[in-house]
Every structure is written in C-alpha cells, then in structure tokens.
C-alpha cells in the first residue's frame, strides 16, 4: 500500500511561480510510474504530466509543456511539480498518482492505470 499526501498549493498572480509536491508513504519500490493531474470546476480531470523514472521518461500535456516540470527525489519518496508561468486556466485543484505499472505515454497522463491518489492540493491564478 502506498499513501500520498499533496501539499504546497496556494494563490498567485498570473505570470508567477508554484511548486506543489506529493509525499510518499509505504511500499513506494513497488510503484513504477507517476503522475499529476488537474480538475477545475465544472471540468473533466486532465492529466497534466507524468514520469517513469527507471526510463528517466516524462510526459507532458500540450497546455503546460514547456512551463511545468515534474521530477522526483531520489528516495522516491516526494514527487514535485514546479509550475512557472501560471495562467488563469491554470487554476484547478491538484492531484498527484502513483502506479504499480511502467506506464507508456498513452497511459501516463490517463488516470485509469493509477491506483493510488493524493488527497489534491488547491491552486488558484488571478489574472
């Protein structure tokens, strides 16, 4: 079993920075694939990116590319996501996922193959 715990979202003006990050408890050598995701009111969940770090393998959805990064530490224990640039539309509450599965880049930023989620973390951009 594996338990994730998001932090670090908050309010920030358009055009600033975030950084949110996930932490990881349990068995975390079993899971193989990570990810964050994204729901705004009223909107389906959007995967946002994603990482296999044994193919030191990310994904990103065309909307954040090139603004957003997602790395992890060593220790497999937290997983991060730095947001620069932030948009109004980038406002949504923010989950991180982890999977048991080497997940390909079909499957990284689709939210099926996951099996363990974080509790989200809130993130609001003002124009």
């Not at 964050?36 to 009223?42: H, L, T, V």
């Amino acid at each position: 079993q594996v338990q994730l715990v998001d932090s670090g979202g908050g309010s920030v003006q358009a055009g600033g920075s975030l950084s949110i990050s996930c932490s990881a408890y349990g068995y975390t050598d079993g899971v193989h694939s990570w990810g964050w995701f994204r729901q705004a009111p009223g909107k389906e969940r959007e995967g946002v990116a994603g990482i296999v770090p044994y193919y030191t393998r990310t994904i990103y959805a065309d909307s954040v590319n090139g603004r957003f990064t997602i790395s992890q530490d060593n220790a497999k224990s937290t997983l991060y996501l730095q947001m620069n640039l932030l948009k109004p539309e980038d406002t949504a509450m923010y989950y991180c996922a982890a999977s048991n599965q080497y997940l390909s880049n079909t499957w990284l930023l689709t939210g099926v193959r996951y099996g363990y989620w974080g509790q989200g973390t809130q993130v609001n951009v003002s124009s």
